[in-house]
């Protein structure tokens, strides 16, 4: 049908025009019965409008409503909310940005023969979705879809049941027993039993990312098929709240092996297919707890179609974008916002959502935009870096978070950011020490070295570091690397600038994911001196032993601030988040990352 429409293009479209019958089958290479059936079809599917006329060769009006660009979206449109991607990248003629614009429009939770179908798009493709690698913000969100822990922990500290049932600690917090649900499988169909979770245990305490974490834990016991037993050489009264972690989400043992192709998960969703292009998930049928109510999850990978810029760079950057026609035929919208991106100014229709405070938020009701539990820092690399006492100080005054964004011409509000005075926004504001460029200038350095990786905010300020430093005659060279390098980097103390840049937000394990952080982050501890590392980890450890899991925030917040006065970190911003979407979901709560809790998502028939 959409080739015979393109045969009628000739007469032109969107305005009337006076036709025969005759004419009209010529254009189709069809009889007159037959392209009057043509044409009485396309009017019923609202492509044209046909007044035909009474009497043989007299004329008609013919009017063509759609473009054929304007044709090829709407087909594709459909061919995509019946999860037909093949027959919709084809109607586009293979034209991936148009395809991937046409993704982000139907976005959105739809009924497929009775499932219900959740489509969602990204900005960049996802990482290996495992527990024992490095992962950043979505990729941890995914692993609570995939996973599941021992127990769970609110984000006020309080644990809770997940594949273990109960729980209980002796001898001051050095013997932990976890007792587990009967029945419980991985994704594979492979029992998950006391046995299975000591093995990967006992792995777990030599690899690379854990032993620093688990360096006090001596023995993992399975004494019965659902009884687990952890030994511990000092007490630690969260260790249950570490183990809440995504970090720590069970895995088959032999999953931690890099030849170990697939991902078996725990979790209320399981893989069908992982690719540069999109990650599909399904419902797993045999979840201990409440089934998914959403029975699958596409989430594409589609890169920045929109003319408004991400991150600000030079104007010879500038792309054109919106290859495709716009329609109004819309319904559904639902992107995710973080990590890479820049937070744009909403429309009247978005509703803003990111309360962390709340346990479930409906999508109907409008929340105002809070602040994540995180910060985006420098941290001065001291074990390489030339740089003085006096120098770091004047280097933390001197770049003020407000002035890095002024320098290149844009604000916090446009960005989506606020200024930082403390590593996490609950925490009392450090004051800067009084050395102002003007008064100071002969303690600053002659020449910088900065360290980040390719992350918008990241890229945003490192532009104002540049412009504030040359304009004051600090020479400055800024190494741009990739995460996982970067990464792979810092874990091998192999950085050498004398400021590093990174971004870090906490888990909905809280207290316990503030303390992984201060504790296991290796950017933290390998650019400290060693009498300073030392320092940091007799005060995390004393935490450790002596506090409760829900003091753990109160108890780190004098060594933040601590680290902050003394310029080995400087905070720069927090990141308010947003999710976008048109009123289409029921009653999902917002997790701790910022996606919406996707198996709770549901609409009506």
Not at 373 to 389: D, E, I, P
Request: net charge negative; charged share 20%.
């Amino acid at each position: 049908m959409f080739r015979y429409y393109v045969r009628l293009l000739p007469f032109g479209a969107k305005a009337a025009c006076s036709v025969t019958l005759s004419e009209v089958a010529d254009k189709l290479s069809a009889s007159l019965r037959h392209a009057r059936n043509l044409l009485k079809e396309m009017q019923g599917q609202q492509w044209l409008s046909w007044q035909p006329s009474v009497g043989r060769n007299q004329r008609s009006v013919l009017t063509l409503n759609l473009t054929k660009a304007e044709l090829q979206q709407l087909i594709a449109m459909q061919y995509v909310e019946q999860g037909f991607y093949d027959k919709a990248l084809d109607m586009l003629g293979g034209d991936q940005q148009w395809f991937g614009s046409l993704l982000k429009d139907t976005s959105g939770a739809s009924q497929r023969s009775g499932e219900l179908h959740l489509q969602l798009t990204y900005y960049r493709p996802f990482k290996r979705i495992v527990p024992h690698n490095p992962q950043r913000n979505s990729e941890r969100f995914l692993l609570r879809q995939l996973y599941s822990c021992l127990v769970k922990c609110t984000s006020s500290g309080v644990i809770e049941a997940d594949l273990a049932h109960t729980w209980r600690s002796e001898q001051e917090g050095r013997y932990w027993k976890f007792y587990l649900r009967p029945g419980l499988t991985f994704h594979d169909g492979q029992p998950i039993t006391a046995h299975t979770i000591a093995t990967l245990f006992e792995l777990l305490k030599t690899h690379p990312c854990y032993e620093r974490e688990l360096a006090h834990l001596t023995t993992v016991t399975a004494l019965r098929e659902q009884t687990l037993v952890f030994e511990l050489s000092q007490p630690d009264l969260g260790f249950s709240g570490l183990l809440a972690d995504p970090k720590y989400s069970i895995q088959p043992a032999e999953q931690l092996s890099s030849t170990y192709l697939n991902i078996v998960g725990s979790g209320p969703f399981q893989i069908v297919s992982h690719t540069q292009d999109k990650l599909h998930m399904q419902a797993f049928p045999h979840y201990y707890a409440c089934r998914a109510l959403t029975d699958e999850v596409t989430i594409w990978h589609v890169p920045h179609l929109d003319s408004h810029k991400r991150f600000i760079q030079d104007p010879s950057e500038e792309q054109v974008s919106e290859v495709s026609p716009e329609l109004p035929s819309c319904r559904q919208y639902l992107e995710r916002m973080e990590d890479d991106e820049q937070v744009t100014q909403p429309r009247a229709t978005d509703v803003l959502l990111t309360d962390r405070k709340l346990d479930a938020v409906s999508y109907s009701d409008t929340q105002p935009i809070l602040l994540e539990h995180g910060c985006m820092y420098a941290v001065f690399n001291q074990r390489a870096s030339k740089l003085t006492a006096m120098q770091r100080d004047w280097l933390r005054a001197f770049l003020d978070p407000k002035a890095l964004l002024a320098a290149i011409g844009t604000s916090e509000d446009e960005q989506g950011l606020q200024a930082a005075t403390n590593l996490l926004p609950i925490w009392t504001p450090v004051l800067k020490p009084g050395i102002g460029a003007k008064g100071h200038v002969d303690l600053k350095p002659n020449k910088i070295t900065i360290a980040y990786y390719s992350q918008s905010e990241l890229i945003n300020a490192v532009k104002g570091m540049i412009s504030l430093l040359t304009d004051n005659g600090v020479e400055v060279e800024a190494n741009l690397y990739l995460y996982d390098e970067m990464q792979s980097l810092i874990d091998s103390e192999a950085l050498s600038e004398d400021l590093i840049l990174a971004s870090t937000s906490l888990d909905d394990n809280r207290p316990a994911s503030a303390f992984r952080w201060f504790y296991g982050d290796s950017l933290l501890h390998n650019a400290l001196p060693m009498q300073e590392q030392q320092w940091l980890d007799e005060q995390l450890i004393a935490i450790r032993q002596t506090r409760q899991l829900p003091e753990y925030l109160a108890a780190i917040e004098p060594l933040a601030t601590a680290m902050v006065n003394a310029s080995w970190v400087a905070p720069l911003y927090h990141y308010k988040q947003m999710l976008r979407f048109q009123d289409v979901l029921k009653g999902v709560a917002i997790t701790n990352w910022g996606w919406p809790e996707i198996k709770d998502i549901w609409i009506e028939d």
